[in-house]
Each structure stands twice: as structure tokens, then as C-alpha cells.
């Protein structure tokens, strides 16, 4: 019988944490490894990945032989620390350590735990060696297996060091406040016998997209998926039925994301010749009652080296997430961003960083329609089951940091496979795919969102897109940007009718104009920022005890465009002055600069620039002041490289106001500088 050195104590979850754990950060020596990627001695430092749901995932790190009778890793820990506990997370066959020793000053090892490995009860544990009365002040650790006696691989996923010995047990990462409530298989509609997966729900809520798995083929190899769709009627999902072509072909065929108006869908692969590749991403959008022939939009440098990959186009077709292995990556599958360079080309995909990626499997990128919280799919950060779903937020304005990721909690995540999250705009549901027991191999589930996991709140901006000459429907481009910052957020084209839909955050002030073939856009404001003091209030005038929710909101903005034509005059908005004085404010670059770049590619246009205020003060002091606003434009004009003989600048003060002075809203309309080309 072995001498008892030390004090084991088998972990099962059912302690709190009080004790400071240092993770192991450096692999000094070992025996082998499974490869040098997937189970990889790297994958042995940090904290723990796989608790408490354990499991032999890639994030783990295991010998190259399931028989050896001696395999060995040597660990450093960032300090160095008189050590009273080692804690040894092993995720899937424990069992197998036979000695743990630790080194002295001298690097001499010490024995500190000794025993018989025989294989244990529970597919994982946590080993805590506890050592109550140890002196050595140490940073390094030897552990010992003897997988001949307890046949298979065992499993690593971390190692730990304390200088006391209080209990420990992993927690996984929860929001606050968070109610649990019960998920809602879809039901034979939308589930079969086979893999149904991959939802996507349109912005209005109303149309889903997913994929189905054919596993019955004639040469018992094919298993390509084909694109269903299915639509909510009187609160209830029609029967799904096959998209059909040129959207589902030979291949597997998915979407991977839908514009706001759900009249462009993202596909994932290129659609070369009748056919399609997994590499890169195509779009259709709707002509009638079809979908067009998905056009190829290229990604820069793209090289994957992984058999799956998923993507994602932001609403606001500015970014593409993407879900892959790469050279760079940190694991199996990293998380992924590029950026759109122009209309059909990705800028080269670069790696989110470790705040998100492991070394295990992270896979189905979705971006809420607020641009900043992100849900994934992870088997490397801790959880409940085989893979589950988590979200994170971008701390500033850059795709480099994010906050720590969220596990989304029962029932989004269960014992299982859980993954392939869609929301809505208005965020009151989302859809996951699950193997949890349901109809099929994978089913689709409905479930409510709850506040503490969804993103921040949105407003749906729709309307229609007319020629104000003769009223008609336009085909154009509705672009919109942040006023503070002059940039554009991204854009969409109208559909059938020229209607368009966009999804805005609030608590922004946007410009928002549409660009049509020989029409000119105005550019209109829309000012978020009192919905989120709405938001405030109402929550504020909410009792303690009641749930908070959230004000929903859609709003119409109709875009009226004048053709570029002689004699027709366009108001400049969102030009901004220094009260009751002609000096330009930076805000107003963004809105000049457009006629300046009309002005250059049209070198044969002679415009007249015209002020006007309200009919406030003297009428003298505002004449003048309506002629220096005008020339304060046309000098921003002439600054910019238009020949002075090009510009005209006139001030007509009060004389001409487009509606009644007697409100505040109206004097404002009536505040306005214009132009109209005199000549072509």
C-alpha cells in the first residue's frame, strides 16, 4: 500500500470558488502528443474549457499512444508560490495519473502525490491534491500517467496551482438575471426525421430559411443539403417547402444571412456554371416571385484548410463573419471578420482574437442587428453539452475586443449539440438548432429572448423610393450614415415597388438618402437619440417587481428624388452653422462633399446657391446672413477645386419660407440653403 502524502479531493461541481487559482502558461516538457494542433500539449495551458461539461474535445490535451505505459507533461505557472493545492482538470477518462511532483528551488522534483491509476467511475473529474502542510516555493509541476492501466486516452483540459486550499469548482459564465424557460420544438412544419438546421429568420420575423439534409441517395454517399423556407401566418409556420432553383443545386446549399427586407438572401459557396464551391459567397435577391441567379462575391486571400465553414453578412452588408480554419487560427475553427471593399469584394479575413477563439471548435457567427453583440457556437469555453451557444459585445468601435463570452443558459443550451442562433429585429424570439430529443438527427426550436441576452434595441426604418417628378417607383441604392461621424453604416437596394427596410440602433442621429441613375438624393436626418431617452423613461416608470421590456418601434421615411435636370431646385440638408453666423460646422463636410464630387464629374454644371432664414429678427440682419451662408458654401466649393465662375451666390433672408413661421418645427424648415443647376 502506498504512503499517504497528501489529501486528495475528488471535485464534482458542487463547491463554490474562493480560491485563486495561477493556470499553467508554459509547456516545458512532455512525452507526446496526439498532434500537433488537436490535442496539442499548448492546449493543456489556461483555464479550463471543457468544465464542467468535460468531454474529449480537441481543447484537451492527450498522449499520442491510448496503451503507454509511462506519458508525461512537464507545466510553469506565472508565479511562483508556496503551493498548498494542485488542481488537475481531466475532461474524459480520468483516472490514469499515477504521480504528481513539483520543483524545488533547485529544480529538484518532489513527490507529492503517488497512487495506483485505475479507471474512474465518471467520464471526468477535477483532481485536487491538497497540501496543507507544504513549504516548497514553486512555479513548476510534473504529472505522470499510466494509460497501460487505464486503457484509452486521458484527457487534460487544464492545470491549476493555489497557495491555499479552499475548494474549487468551474462556474460556467451566466448572464445576470436570467429566467429559464422552456424551448419549443418547431413541430413537423419545419422538422423531419432528418437534419433540419441552419435557421434564419427574416428582420420582421415573419420568413425563415433553413437547410435539410437528403441522407438517402442512390450511391449511399450524398448527403448535400437543400435550402426550405417557410412562412408565419395567423401565428403559425406554413408547411416549408423546398426553395428550388438556381438556389439549391447539386451541392449543399444554405443561407447564410438576409437583408433587412428579406428581399436579398446571402448563400453560402460560389455558383460557378450550375454548381457551387464552399468557398467564398454568392447573394440572389427576389425579381417577382423568383430569386435570381446568385451572383459570386469574392473574398481577398482566402485559404481555408478545414472541411466546414460558416458565414454571416451583417444587416447592414458591411461585414462578413466567417467561420473557419486558417493558417493563423487558434484552433479547429476560429471566428473570422472582413470587411466589404466594394459591392461584389471582402477585404482579407482577419482572425477576432482569443477573446472568443479557442482551441477548440467555434463555428455559426451571428451579428445582431445592433452591429455589436455577437452569439457563436463554442465547444471550448465552459458549458453544458457538446457544443453550446454564447455572446459577446465589441467594447469600442474596432472588431479586435470583445467582451468575455456569455453562455445563453437553459434552454438554449442543453447536454447536447446546441448552435445556429437567428433573431429578429424587434429580438423578442430566437431559433437554434438542437439535438436534444426531438423529431430528427437535428431540429429547429423556437425561444423566447430574454432581456439580459439580447442585443441592444432596434428600430425597423422602411419606405418607398419615388421620382418626385412623376411619382414613380425607383430602383436605388438607400444609403445610410452616423452624423457624428460622417461614415457611411451601410446600405440597401429597393425592391419590387421601390420599397426598402433598414435596421437602425437608436440612440444615434443618422443621415439616410437613396441614389438612383440620373436623380440626385437628398440627404434626411433621423434622430435616434429620443427613443433612447424613451427607453430610459419608461423602464425608470417601471414598478421593482415588474419585468422590463423593451418599446418596439417601426418607422416610415418615403425617399423623394428629384431627376438631375436645369432649373430644379434641391435643398442641401444636414448643413450645419454656428448659431445666428455664417461659419460651416465640420458636420457639414459629409453633405457638401456629395455636390462637390457632382460638380467635378459634371465640369459643364453652373449652379446658384441660395440662403434662406426665418422670419425671426430684423429682416435686414437676415438678408445679409442668408447671403453669407450662401457664400460660405460656395467658398467651401471653390476651396475644394470649382472655378468660381461656376457658382453663383445669392441670399433672399425671409422672402421665400416653404411653410408658416408660427411653429418651431416650421422656422426650421424655413432655415435652408439650396441649389439648383441654372446650367448643363
Same mark, same amino acid.
Given at each position: 500500500?502506498?504512503k499517504?502524502?497528501?489529501?486528495?479531493?475528488?471535485?464534482?461541481?458542487?463547491?463554490?470558488?474562493?480560491?485563486?487559482?495561477?493556470?499553467?502558461?508554459?509547456?516545458?516538457?512532455?512525452?507526446?502528443?496526439?498532434?500537433?494542433?488537436?490535442?496539442?500539449?499548448?492546449?493543456?495551458?489556461?483555464?479550463?474549457?471543457?468544465?464542467?461539461?468535460?468531454?474529449?474535445?480537441?481543447?484537451?490535451?492527450?498522449?499520442?499512444?491510448?496503451?503507454?505505459?509511462?506519458?508525461?507533461?512537464?507545466?510553469?505557472?506565472?508565479?511562483?508560490?508556496?503551493?498548498k493545492?494542485?488542481?488537475?482538470?481531466?475532461?474524459?477518462?480520468?483516472?490514469?495519473?499515477?504521480? #504528481?511532483?513539483?520543483?524545488?528551488? &533547485? +529544480? =529538484?522534483?518532489?513527490? !507529492?502525490?503517488? $497512487?495506483? /491509476?485505475?479507471?474512474?467511475?465518471?467520464?471526468?473529474?477535477?483532481?485536487s491534491?491538497?497540501?496543507?502542510?507544504?513549504?516548497?516555493?514553486s512555479?513548476?509541476?510534473?504529472?505522470?500517467?499510466?494509460?497501460?492501466?487505464?486503457?484509452g486516452?486521458?484527457?487534460?483540459?487544464?492545470?491549476?496551482i493555489?497557495?491555499?486550499?479552499?475548494?474549487?469548482?468551474?462556474?460556467?459564465?451566466?448572464?445576470?438575471?436570467?429566467?429559464?424557460?422552456?424551448?419549443?420544438?418547431?413541430?413537423?412544419?419545419?422538422?423531419?426525421?432528418r437534419?433540419?438546421?441552419?435557421?434564419?429568420v427574416s428582420?420582421?420575423?415573419?420568413?425563415?430559411?433553413?437547410?435539410?439534409?437528403?441522407?438517402?441517395?442512390t450511391?449511399?454517399?450524398?448527403?448535400?443539403?437543400?435550402?426550405?423556407?417557410?412562412?408565419?401566418?395567423?401565428?403559425?409556420?406554413?408547411?416549408?417547402?423546398? #426553395?428550388?432553383?438556381?438556389?439549391n &443545386? +447539386? =451541392?449543399?446549399?444554405? !443561407?447564410?444571412? $438576409?437583408? /433587412?427586407?428579406?428581399?436579398?438572401?446571402?448563400?453560402?459557396?460560389?455558383?460557378?456554371?450550375?454548381?457551387?464551391?464552399?468557398?467564398?459567397?454568392?447573394?440572389?435577391?427576389?425579381?417577382?416571385?423568383?430569386?435570381?441567379?446568385?451572383?459570386?462575391?469574392?473574398?481577398?486571400?482566402?485559404?481555408?484548410?478545414?472541411?466546414?465553414?460558416?458565414?454571416?453578412?451583417?444587416?447592414?452588408?458591411?461585414?462578413?463573419?466567417?467561420?473557419?480554419?486558417?493558417?493563423?487560427?487558434?484552433?479547429?475553427?476560429?471566428?473570422?471578420?472582413?470587411?466589404?471593399?466594394?459591392?461584389?469584394?471582402?477585404?482579407?479575413?482577419?482572425?477576432?482574437?482569443?477573446?472568443?477563439?479557442?482551441?477548440?471548435?467555434?463555428?455559426?457567427?451571428?451579428?445582431?442587428?445592433?452591429?455589436?453583440?455577437?452569439?457563436?457556437?463554442?465547444?471550448?469555453?465552459?458549458?453544458?453539452?457538446?457544443?453550446d451557444?454564447?455572446f459577446?459585445?465589441?467594447?469600442?468601435?474596432?472588431?479586435?475586443?470583445?467582451?468575455?463570452?456569455?453562455?445563453?443558459?437553459?434552454?438554449?443550451?442543453?447536454?447536447?449539440?446546441?448552435?445556429?442562433?437567428?433573431?429578429?429585429?424587434?429580438?423578442?424570439?430566437?431559433?437554434?438548432?438542437?439535438?436534444?430529443?426531438?423529431?430528427?438527427?437535428?431540429?429547429?426550436?423556437?425561444?423566447?429572448?430574454?432581456n439580459?441576452?439580447?442585443?441592444?434595441?432596434?428600430i425597423?426604418l422602411?419606405?418607398?423610393?419615388?421620382?418626385?417628378?412623376?411619382?414613380?417607383?425607383?430602383?436605388?441604392?438607400?444609403?445610410?450614415?452616423?452624423?457624428?461621424?460622417?461614415?457611411?453604416?451601410?446600405?440597401?437596394?429597393?425592391?419590387?415597388?421601390?420599397?426598402?427596410?433598414?435596421?437602425?440602433?437608436?440612440?444615434?442621429?443618422?443621415?439616410?438618402?437613396?441614389?438612383?441613375?440620373?436623380?440626385?438624393?437628398?440627404?434626411?436626418?433621423i434622430?435616434?437619440?429620443?427613443?433612447?431617452?424613451?427607453?430610459?423613461?419608461?423602464?425608470?416608470?417601471?414598478?421593482?417587481?415588474?419585468?422590463?421590456?423593451?418599446?418596439?418601434?417601426?418607422?416610415?421615411?418615403?425617399?423623394?428624388?428629384?431627376?438631375?435636370?436645369?432649373?430644379?431646385?434641391?435643398?442641401?440638408?444636414?448643413?450645419?452653422?454656428?448659431?445666428g453666423?455664417a461659419?460651416?460646422?465640420?458636420?457639414?463636410?459629409?453633405?457638401?462633399?456629395?455636390?462637390?464630387?457632382?460638380?467635378?464629374?459634371?465640369?459643364?454644371?453652373?449652379?446658384?446657391?441660395t440662403?434662406?432664414?426665418?422670419?425671426?429678427?430684423?429682416?435686414?440682419?437676415?438678408?445679409?446672413?442668408?447671403?453669407?451662408?450662401?457664400?460660405?458654401?460656395?467658398?467651401?466649393?471653390?476651396?475644394?477645386?470649382?472655378?468660381?465662375?461656376?457658382?453663383?451666390?445669392?441670399?433672399?433672408?425671409?422672402?421665400?419660407?416653404?411653410?408658416?413661421?408660427?411653429?418651431?418645427?416650421?422656422r426650421?424648415?424655413?432655415?435652408?440653403?439650396?441649389?439648383?443647376?441654372?446650367?448643363?
Amino acid at each position: 500500500m502506498h504512503k499517504s502524502i497528501f489529501i486528495v479531493l475528488l471535485i464534482f461541481f458542487s463547491y463554490t470558488s474562493n480560491a485563486d487559482i495561477y493556470w499553467a502558461n508554459k509547456v516545458v516538457d512532455f512525452s507526446s502528443q496526439k498532434s500537433d494542433l488537436n490535442w496539442c500539449v499548448n492546449n493543456i495551458l489556461g483555464k479550463p474549457n471543457l468544465f464542467p461539461q468535460g468531454g474529449k474535445c480537441v481543447s484537451a490535451w492527450t498522449s499520442k499512444g491510448a496503451k503507454s505505459k509511462s506519458e508525461y507533461i512537464v507545466i510553469e505557472f506565472p508565479n511562483k508560490i508556496e503551493i498548498k493545492q494542485i488542481l488537475v482538470f481531466e475532461s474524459y477518462n480520468p483516472g490514469a495519473i499515477s504521480t #504528481i511532483q513539483i520543483y524545488d528551488g &533547485n +529544480d =529538484k522534483a518532489q513527490i !507529492v502525490y503517488n $497512487t495506483i /491509476p485505475s479507471p474512474y467511475k465518471k467520464s471526468k473529474r477535477i483532481l485536487s491534491i491538497k497540501l496543507p502542510n507544504n513549504k516548497i516555493v514553486s512555479n513548476k509541476v510534473k504529472i505522470v500517467l499510466k494509460n497501460d492501466v487505464v486503457w484509452g486516452h486521458n484527457y487534460i483540459d487544464a492545470v491549476g496551482i493555489a497557495d491555499d486550499d479552499k475548494d474549487y469548482s468551474p462556474k460556467i459564465n451566466l448572464p445576470d438575471n436570467l429566467e429559464f424557460k422552456s424551448s419549443r420544438n418547431m413541430g413537423s412544419n419545419i422538422n423531419t426525421e432528418r437534419s433540419d438546421r441552419y435557421p434564419i429568420v427574416s428582420a420582421d420575423g415573419k420568413t425563415l430559411f433553413f437547410t435539410r439534409t437528403h441522407y438517402i441517395s442512390t450511391n449511399g454517399k450524398n448527403k448535400n443539403t437543400d435550402i426550405y423556407v417557410s412562412y408565419l401566418k395567423n401565428n403559425v409556420w406554413t408547411i416549408a417547402k423546398n #426553395i428550388g432553383k438556381p438556389l439549391n &443545386n +447539386d =451541392k449543399s446549399n444554405y !443561407v447564410i444571412s $438576409t437583408s /433587412p427586407d428579406g428581399n436579398t438572401v446571402y448563400l453560402a459557396g460560389n455558383y460557378i456554371k450550375g454548381s457551387s464551391n464552399n468557398k467564398g459567397i454568392s447573394y440572389s435577391y427576389k425579381k417577382g416571385k423568383s430569386w435570381t441567379y446568385p451572383q459570386r462575391m469574392l473574398i481577398k486571400n482566402f485559404e481555408y484548410t478545414g472541411k466546414f465553414i460558416e458565414y454571416f453578412v451583417s444587416a447592414n452588408r458591411n461585414i462578413l463573419l466567417i467561420a473557419s480554419k486558417h493558417k493563423d487560427s487558434h484552433g479547429n475553427k476560429d471566428l473570422y471578420y472582413s470587411t466589404l471593399l466594394n459591392d461584389s469584394v471582402w477585404s482579407e479575413p482577419i482572425n477576432l482574437g482569443t477573446d472568443l477563439n479557442t482551441t477548440g471548435i467555434e463555428s455559426y457567427p451571428y451579428l445582431a442587428s445592433d452591429n455589436k453583440t455577437l452569439y457563436f457556437t463554442s465547444d471550448g469555453h465552459p458549458g453544458y453539452g457538446e457544443a453550446d451557444i454564447y455572446f459577446s459585445k465589441r467594447i469600442d468601435t474596432t472588431w479586435n475586443n470583445w467582451t468575455t463570452p456569455i453562455n445563453l443558459g437553459i434552454p438554449f443550451n442543453s447536454l447536447g449539440w446546441d448552435g445556429g442562433i437567428s433573431i429578429p429585429y424587434k429580438a423578442n424570439k430566437a431559433y437554434i438548432v438542437s439535438n436534444r430529443s426531438g423529431l430528427g438527427r437535428e431540429d429547429i426550436f423556437e425561444i423566447d429572448l430574454e432581456n439580459a441576452i439580447s442585443p441592444e434595441d432596434s428600430i425597423l426604418l422602411f419606405g418607398e423610393v419615388k421620382s418626385e417628378l412623376d411619382n414613380k417607383d425607383l430602383f436605388a441604392e438607400v444609403i445610410y450614415s452616423d452624423l457624428s461621424t460622417g461614415k457611411n453604416i451601410g446600405s440597401v437596394f429597393t425592391s419590387n415597388g421601390g420599397k426598402y427596410e433598414i435596421i437602425l440602433n437608436r440612440g444615434h442621429k443618422y443621415s439616410i438618402r437613396a441614389e438612383s441613375s440620373g436623380h440626385y438624393g437628398i440627404n434626411e436626418t433621423i434622430d435616434l437619440r429620443m427613443y433612447e431617452q424613451q427607453q430610459k423613461l419608461f423602464l425608470g416608470n417601471q414598478s421593482k417587481n415588474e419585468k422590463p421590456n423593451k418599446i418596439s418601434s417601426e418607422i416610415r421615411k418615403d425617399l423623394n428624388l428629384k431627376p438631375i435636370k436645369e432649373n430644379i431646385t434641391f435643398r442641401i440638408n444636414n448643413i450645419f452653422f454656428e448659431t445666428g453666423k455664417a461659419e460651416l460646422l465640420n458636420e457639414s463636410s459629409f453633405e457638401l462633399n456629395r455636390i462637390l464630387s457632382l460638380l467635378q464629374e459634371n465640369e459643364n454644371f453652373i449652379i446658384e446657391i441660395t440662403g434662406h432664414t426665418d422670419n425671426v429678427g430684423h429682416p435686414q440682419k437676415n438678408l445679409i446672413l442668408s447671403i453669407n451662408r450662401a457664400n460660405a458654401v460656395k467658398e467651401y466649393f471653390v476651396n475644394g477645386g470649382i472655378q468660381n465662375n461656376r457658382i453663383i451666390a445669392k441670399g433672399l433672408g425671409p422672402e421665400k419660407p416653404i411653410v408658416s413661421n408660427e411653429s418651431k418645427n416650421g422656422r426650421a424648415l424655413n432655415r435652408r440653403v439650396e441649389f439648383r443647376i441654372i446650367e448643363m
